[in-house]
């Protein structure tokens, strides 16, 4: 059974940091496009951050770039948003995704294939 799971979440005050982490099973991580996507309340889903299938290369959202970092441990088949300078925009409920979308798509929810079930971040004094 194909399962994400996020974690890592939590309250953090403006300016610190977090590192969030995506456990996959059923699959193998490397083999799929890793996406994070946020949703704020009252707000839409949004994307965030892709680690591409296959190789390493990440794509960022301009509201996060310089801040926050994707990666993945393959031995793990764990993904990670490491989330630093957090701003009270940056607050919502981030979910993981997998799926294999092509460059210009990787924005678009609607094709991946699987998610995590969401994990909250505040950012709040």
């Known amino acids: 059974e194909v399962q994400l799971q996020a974690s890592g979440g939590g309250l953090v005050q403006p300016g610190g940091a977090l590192r969030l982490s995506c456990a996959a099973s059923?699959?193998?991580?490397?083999?799929?496009?890793i996406s994070w996507f946020r949703q704020a309340p009252g707000k839409e889903r949004e994307w965030v951050s892709t680690?591409?299938?296959?190789?390493?290369?990440?794509h960022y959202a301009d509201s996060v770039k310089g801040r926050f970092t994707i990666s993945r441990d393959n031995a793990k088949n764990t993904a990670y948003l490491q989330m630093n300078s957090l701003k009270a925009e940056d607050t919502g409920i981030y979910y993981c995704?997998?799926?294999?979308?092509?460059?210009?798509?990787?924005?678009?929810?609607?094709?991946?294939?699987?998610w995590g079930q969401g994990t909250l971040v505040t950012v709040s004094s």
């Open positions: 059923g699959f193998t991580l490397r083999e799929y496009t």
């Open positions: 995704a997998r799926g294999r979308p092509s460059l210009g798509a990787i924005r678009n929810e609607d094709i991946y294939y699987d």
């Open positions: 680690i591409r299938h296959g190789g390493s290369t990440t």
